[in-house]
């Protein structure tokens, strides 16, 4: 199993980025795909999350209207648009595969990409 994210990097604060997943190994198809932030002295955050199907999104407060996740199910692979950044959006980025909607029990988590916002 391979859980590969790609795409972070410094930006100034109102840009842009947009984060990749790349997953092999498993049936990307029916797991839900999730995006968790570490920012340095603050708790593991959940900014976003698909179901499986792609049909239903849901964002941190934090993000919301800011940040967009998606996936491609026939290429195996999540994404995750991060607009209008703010310098608290800085942290370390996570891609999680997931069967549960709500908890990360049976789980596939990437080694994360860090995302920097700062002028």
């Known amino acids: 199993v391979q859980v590969v994210e790609s795409g972070g990097g410094l930006v100034q604060p109102g840009g842009s980025l947009r984060l990749s997943c790349a997953t092999s190994g498993f049936d990307f198809s029916s797991y839900h795909m999730k995006w968790y932030r570490q920012t340095p002295g603050a708790e593991r955050e959940l900014v976003a999350r698909i179901r499986s199907g792609g049909g239903v999104t849901r964002y941190a407060d934090s993000v919301q209207g800011r940040f967009t996740i998606s996936r491609d199910n026939g290429n195996n692979t999540a994404f995750l648009q991060m607009n209008t950044l703010k310098p608290e959006d800085t942290g370390v980025y996570y891609c999680?595969?997931?069967?549960?909607?709500?908890?990360?029990?049976?789980?596939?988590w990437g080694k994360g990409t860090q995302v920097t916002v700062s002028s």
């Open positions: 999680v595969a997931g069967r549960n909607w709500i908890t990360e029990v049976d789980s596939y």
